[in-house]
């Protein structure tokens, strides 16, 4: 069968594919070997001055992460602390009931998906008990879903911390001035390397404003074996877009608040002068970086004999 591009003089130079196009490869750099990781300040969102405060105790003089040097194959059926107060690994680490009570293990969090909760096949509900600890659940369809669940997973992680510091406080086995981290969540998926590790990313990025790159790296350093794929990355770049959005607004807000304005104040503009301004000004070129480096292609090509 000749098509319309055929008998135009044309060939198609590849085959036609009729699935979704890929989300873009995002290259990832490894962290150099012996390169100290350093976290900014606590600049998380969503809290009030109280629990700002509480999560800035929490958080302080943990920030300088050392690579891991000599990680071993076997490593990966354990959990590593991201943070003294942050923990990930797979579910098989649950059982370790010795390393959960030695390292102060207060909370169980598991990423799942909703087909394995409904078989409940994976919970830390069991061990919880056991340990006399707590445990939570974010369940999602598929790891579309995640970028949902990371605002969800934060707060369980923040209202358990800030829950066990104020206990501390009232039992008065914590200082309001104290470096201890009276909680510590371990999170964990299957494997450990998917959907716990992609969570454990947001969480910092949401928590220290990191970017996409610097937090998988850091989360890498300390677990060498997580495995993000390009659509775990993009969906963790979709999340900076939104959290950056999120402070612009938070900040806008804030400004808006402390800014006072006069009785006097000069009338607004009218929609005319709006539209005057308007006239002349340059298309926004933020988009471009998406494309650059991209190398041409062209879909037909000429048959035509000479």
Partial sequence: MITASQLRGATPVGGYSWRPPSPPHIHVPQA???????????????????????????????????????????????????????????????????FMRREGVTMLLVIRNTMTAAASLLSGDKVARELGIQAAAVDVAGNQELIAAFPRACKIINDHLLSQFRQGIANGTVHSGAITTPGKVFVFCESGNERSAAVVAAYLMNMFNLDLI???????????CVAFDDGLKNLLLNYEELLNAQRCVSAA????QIRSVPSNARPKRRREEDSDNEVGMSLDNSDDERFAGRGGFVPFQDNWAS
Wanted: glycine share 4%; proline share 5%; no cysteine.
């Fill in 32 to 98: 150099p070997e012996d390169q100290q990781l350093v976290l900014p300040a606590y600049n998380g969102m969503n809290y009030d001055l109280e629990e700002r405060e509480i999560l800035k105790v929490i958080t302080r003089n943990h920030n300088v992460v050392v690579g891991v040097k000599d990680w071993k194959y076997e490593m990966r059926r354990s959990a590593q602390a991201i943070q003294p107060f942050l923990y990930l690994g797979p579910s098989s680490a649950t059982r370790d009931l010795d």
């Fill in 214 to 224: 610097s937090a998988i790296q850091y989360v890498q350093t300390q677990r060498f």
């Fill in 253 to 256: 807000t804030m400004t808006t």
